[in-house]
């Protein structure tokens, strides 16, 4: 099985910056890639960021790019969000996810990886409030 924690969430305040930590651990042999993605209540989940597990690529959702960037500790089974220039807005629970790859791929992950439905594997969140 597949564990996914995250940490870094805190209060801060707008303008500031904050970097979110997701560990994996597990059965890690099958990865496509991972995801972060936020929640506030009330809320469809959004997505925020996306890296396949090889590095070769990063995405982001419109309202944090420029801003927010996703990494992947070189050969190993951590993930980081550094968000810069925090906003209000911002202010949500973010939440790690991780893709294992199919046995038949139909779709590449360059066009899929923005749908929380194929993820399979999520951790438990971690709060971000940005005050203003």
């Known amino acids: 099985q597949v564990q996914l924690v995250e940490s870094g969430g805190r209060l801060v305040q707008a303008g500031e910056s904050l970097r979110l930590s997701c560990s994996a651990s597990g059965n890690l042999d099958n990865v496509l890639g991972m995801a972060w993605f936020r929640r506030v209540p009330g809320k469809e989940r959004e997505f925020v960021a996306a890296?396949?597990?090889?590095?070769?690529?990063?995405y982001y959702a419109d309202s944090v790019k420029g801003r927010f960037a996703i990494s992947r500790n070189n050969g190993e089974s951590t993930i980081n969000l550094q968000m810069n220039n925090l906003k209000a807005e911002d202010t949500a629970t973010y939440t790690c996810a991780l893709r294992e790859r199919p046995r038949q791929i139909v779709i590449p992950y360059s066009q899929n990886y923005m749908f929380p439905s194929l993820y399979r594997n999520w951790g438990q969140g971690t709060q971000v409030t940005v005050s203003s």
């Open positions: 890296i396949p597990w090889d590095g070769t690529n990063t």
